[in-house]
């Protein structure tokens, strides 16, 4: 049995952060940063079960194509992922009365549509990655066993070899998408990448305001390095955490991401959202056809 102080349950029965019961979960789930773009899924649903909120996760369950899919906001931030993708686990693998492991594992498909900025000169602002591999600068996965098990250790070496990656940073992890769902969702109008999530959006991405950077040539290392012909192409700051968490858990996922900053060229488009919401219809109607 999995202790109270472990997995905490609220009064109502819903688990701790998300508010969520497990009967109001489906299988298929959208995480979006924003609270606001839940709303804006929200809209495009039909047979709206329930909208809930604690703090920056709002949650609601709809039907896409006549399809169940539950929409979450998970605020910024890998270690926001690490309380999602746990809780949800919880919700689908764990019986909350008896707080005892299912016998039955129910697997997820989990994916993220979320904003970027892209590392090299070929993709313009508007255009939509799919993270094929997320590198983790944030360190979150090594804090759990068997990390080696679901993670690229040649792309890891290789990557550390070529930037002189320092000591004193957390070592990075390299975890691949579910290629189920690649397979779904990636077609012609989008492009394959390699995403870095970082802990940070200003010093940890390389950008400086007042503070210098203790490794004023990082971009640039990330920007030329090259492992069997797979370039990383944008920073975000989530994605690394729902694919290592996920492989771990036995879950699908996957991240979808806008480009709405080029690094490389220094432009960017702040007026975005009608991008934004063209790529939220394409990945529905993927993701459920």
């Not at 070496?157 to 000591?167: D, I, N, R, V």
């Not at 968490?245 to 060229?265: D, F, M, Q």
């Amino acid at each position: 049995m999995i202790e109270s102080s472990e997995l905490i349950i609220n009064a109502d029965g819903s688990i701790f952060h998300l508010h969520l019961k497990p009967e109001q979960l489906a299988d298929r789930v959208i995480l979006v940063g924003d609270p606001g773009r839940v709303q804006i899924i929200g809209k495009l649903l039909t047979d709206i079960e329930f909208q809930v909120q604690n703090r920056e996760f709002v949650s609601t369950t709809g039907k896409f194509n006549n399809q169940r899919i539950t929409i979450i906001s998970t605020g910024i931030g890998t270690d926001n992922i690490d309380i999602v993708v746990n809780e949800l686990d919880a919700l689908a693998n764990i019986n909350l009365a008896t707080r005892e492991i299912n016998p039955v594992h129910r697997q997820l498909n989990l994916v993220r549509i979320g904003t970027s900025g892209g590392l090299q000169d070929y993709l313009g602002v508007n255009s939509f990655v799919i993270s094929k591999k997320a590198i983790g600068f944030d360190g979150l996965l090594n804090f759990y066993a068997n990390r080696n098990t679901v993670s690229d250790l040649a792309f890891e070496e290789a990557f550390k070899q070529h930037t002189g990656w320092s000591k004193q940073l957390t070592a990075p992890y390299v975890i691949d998408c579910s290629e189920k769902l690649f397979s779904k969702i990636h077609q012609d109008d989008t492009i394959s990448g390699v995403t870095i999530s970082a802990p940070g959006f200003y010093g940890p991405q390389g950008r400086v305001l007042r503070l210098p950077l203790a490794d004023p040539l990082l971009n640039e290392k990330i920007e030329s390095f090259s492992f069997e012909g797979q370039k990383i192409t944008n920073f975000e700051m989530e994605c690394s955490a729902i694919y290592g968490l996920s492989k771990l858990l036995g879950h699908e996922a996957l991240t979808v991401c806008l480009i709405i900053a080029n690094r490389v060229k220094k432009e960017a488009n702040s007026n975005y959202h009608q991008s934004m919401e063209t790529l939220i219809r394409i990945v529905l109607e993927r993701l459920t056809s």
